[in-house]
Each structure stands twice: as structure tokens, then as C-alpha cells.
């Protein structure tokens, strides 16, 4: 049992470079996550999706899109970068209800803009 | 959605009980405190949860006041690799799933 694996770990980008940042669970969780931290802060949430064919907006979704065709794979993509989104990226996933099972976060991917 | 209030910053000596406290004083009667850790750089953890009985697992103790405002998390016998930020966390209303995370506690345990 994997539980939530996030690739890749590390990535350096070029501004204006996009990419997928990927995420798998393997939990069959119906609820899935992408968060991002800046250095010595909270996590913030950018979207989430409560099921396949379903998303929905964060606090912090400008600059991103996701897409959820499968219950296990959540990606998130990054159009053009930019320094702003330097930052470390959690993608995590829950069963439904929520308040009885509690989150799973994968490892984080570790974002650099420049 | 309800707010929390955490102290910045915690020291506990290792061995010793560490007791995290969280005021949410706007809580509504349906809402759980969650509490998440996060050792550093890697992801959240879940650690316990509750809504107005006081819980117990294996990683930790919850006690949540009679009037629901606050609560503390205990670390029985804490270890230096209990060192972290940790989260208290209410579940938003209105049906949604999601957790919002606050700045959190940083506990730093020493030898």
C-alpha cells in the first residue's frame, strides 16, 4: 500500500516553462488535494476535487489547473511559471466523510522558479 | 469558517509531557478539531481528532473543554522526534471537505 506518491520530488523551471506536477493514491479515496507552503508558513489550498469528473477552486488557484479522469491520479499543471510559485506542493486524499478517516499527504514536490 | 489561536512556539524536554493548547472559540456545534504534525519538510501527518469526548490513540491524547472553545493535544512521553509543527484544525461548515491550515505550533524537543 503506497498511499499518496507525488513525482517528481525536486524541479527547477525557467519562468515561463510549464509542467505537471503528479499525483497517485492507491487508497481508492473519493477526496483529493493540492496544497501549497511557502517557506515558514502554513499550507495553502490551491484545489481539490471531491470525485472523478469533479474540481473545484481553493484559496489560491490563479495560475494552475487540475484535472481529475480517474479516481486514483489527481495532476496539477503549471502553465506558465512564474518566481511566485516557487514553493513546496502537497498533493493529499481522503475518504468521505472527512471527519472520520482524516488526510493522507504525499512527500511534496519541491518547486524552484527562476 | 471557525477560527484557531496557537501559541508560536513550544519547548518540552525530552521524556516529559508536552501539551499543546489551541483556542477556537467560534466553533460550531457540528465542527471536529483535527490535529495534524508536520516534521520538517515532509508532509502532514494525521494525528487525532475529536468533537467533544475526549480521545486517545496510540500517538497521542485530545481533551477538549466542556463548552467545545478550546483544546489541548498531549504528547504522553515526548521524543526528540516528535519535534515539529503541529496543526489544530476545525472542518469548515457548509459541507465542505476540505482542512485550512494555519501557521500551527512549533514544538521543539530537547535532550
Known amino acids: 500500500n503506497a498511499g499518496v506518491t507525488q513525482t517528481p520530488k525536486f524541479r527547477i523551471l525557467k519562468i515561463g516553462q510549464s509542467m505537471t506536477l503528479q499525483c497517485a493514491q492507491d487508497m481508492n479515496h473519493n477526496y483529493m488535494y493540492w496544497y501549497r507552503q511557502d517557506p515558514g508558513m502554513g499550507l495553502k489550498l490551491i484545489y481539490y476535487s471531491v470525485g472523478a469528473g469533479i474540481t473545484d477552486k481553493g484559496e489560491v488557484p490563479n495560475g494552475y489547473n487540475v484535472s481529475r479522469s480517474t479516481t486514483e491520479d489527481f495532476p496539477l499543471r503549471l502553465e506558465l511559471a512564474a518566481p511566485s510559485q516557487t514553493s513546496v506542493y502537497f498533493c493529499?486524499?481522503?475518504?468521505?466523510?472527512?471527519?472520520?478517516?482524516?488526510?493522507?499527504f504525499g512527500s511534496g514536490t519541491r518547486l524552484t522558479v527562476v | 469558517d471557525a477560527k484557531t489561536t496557537q501559541p508560536t512556539s513550544m519547548d518540552c524536554a525530552e521524556g516529559r509531557a508536552a501539551n499543546l493548547p489551541c483556542n477556537h472559540s467560534?466553533?460550531?456545534?457540528?465542527?471536529?478539531v483535527y490535529w495534524y504534525r508536520q516534521i520538517h519538510s515532509q508532509g502532514p501527518q494525521y494525528i487525532i481528532h475529536g468533537l467533544k469526548n475526549n480521545e486517545t490513540n496510540e500517538m497521542a491524547s485530545l481533551i477538549i473543554t466542556e463548552d467545545r472553545k478550546s483544546s489541548t493535544l498531549i504528547l504522553p512521553h515526548a521524543t526528540l522526534r516528535d519535534t515539529a509543527v503541529y496543526y489544530c484544525?476545525?472542518?469548515?461548515?457548509?459541507?465542505?471537505?476540505?482542512?485550512?491550515f494555519g501557521k500551527g505550533t512549533k514544538l521543539t524537543v530537547n535532550p
Open positions: 484544525i476545525v472542518r469548515p461548515q457548509g459541507g465542505s471537505e476540505k482542512l485550512v
Open positions: 467560534t466553533i460550531s456545534g457540528n465542527e471536529y
Open positions: 493529499a486524499s481522503s475518504y468521505s466523510p472527512v471527519q472520520v478517516y482524516g488526510y493522507t
